[in-house]
């Protein structure tokens, strides 16, 4: 967090800074995921888990192969992978594996996304967390139950939708479906100007195969695998605004639905009652 309040910092006196070095801020104020240290129960889930390394290639960013460091709990035949959302870790998700562990047969499998919780890399990005996913499915195993918060639901759609992944159950939690708008909320937040908004967004385009429109789930987003996808959602969430998740799901009404009252954004990977839920939609699943 230290870093990103220097960032802040610097942006909000950056009126006397040369332009290019404000769109060097800019950038490092939206691809920087801040880190919030471990609690001791966290520490705790962690050391009970089987850690372990996988692969990750960086196109953007260093043009090199990461690491990211993977955490495992029980070995049984069916596989559950957690994908956290921005500014997260896998022990972030301690109630929820809590109570996944008390299930028969499973494996939980969950992963820091590259410049997330403990792995490397000082920058991170969506693409970086679907490679994530890919690689767990690639060289770890084949998932049956893929569940996201967040960024990590996108990041789990567009891993299913550009690889061989087929899993049993898809289950999102609070998703994030417009990045861009994402984007505009954080700058608007520390008063970014439209202009420098505007600059950041074309640099974006150049740095990177798509625009930034193009990462919109209600465009994104197909059936064509079939996969049963239940998704959990509190209205008044206004870091994932219900404007933007209703057209998605009136576009996509194969999706189970339910939303939970009072939940919030983040506090709703703590509800007993959506926890409850997981772990009900899993065992009819699998």
Sequence with gaps: MKRLKAIITELKGSTNIQHNDVEDLIRKYIFYSPKMPLRLHQEQILAASKPFTLPVADTYFTGKELSINCFSWGSGKTKILLTHGWASKAADFFELITELQKLNDVEIISFDAPGN????????????????????????????????????????????????????????????????????????????????????????????????????????????????????????????????????????????????????HYKILKSPEVIADIISKIKSAV
């Design 117 to 264: 919780g403990s792995s490397e890399s000082e920058f991170s990005n969506l693409m970086l967390y679907a490679e994530s996913v890919k690689s767990i499915h690639t060289n770890y195993a084949n998932v049956d139950v893929i569940i996201g918060h967040s960024l990590g639901c996108m990041a789990n759609i567009i891993a299913i939708q550009e690889s061989d992944i087929q899993p049993k159950l898809l289950i999102s939690i609070a998703p994030l479906i417009r990045l861009k708008e994402n984007f505009e909320q954080s700058m608007d937040a520390v008063n970014i100007g439209v202009t420098a908004q505007a600059n950041f967004f074309k640099n974006f385009s150049d740095e990177f195969p798509v625009a930034v429109d193009y990462f919109n789930l209600e465009e994104l987003y197909t059936q064509q695998k079939k996969v049963p996808h239940f998704l959990a959602f509190d209205e008044e969430d206004h870091i994932s605004p219900f404007a933007y998740l209703k057209p998605f799901l009136q576009k996509n009404a194969a999706i189970e639905v339910k939303a939970y009252e009072g939940a919030g």
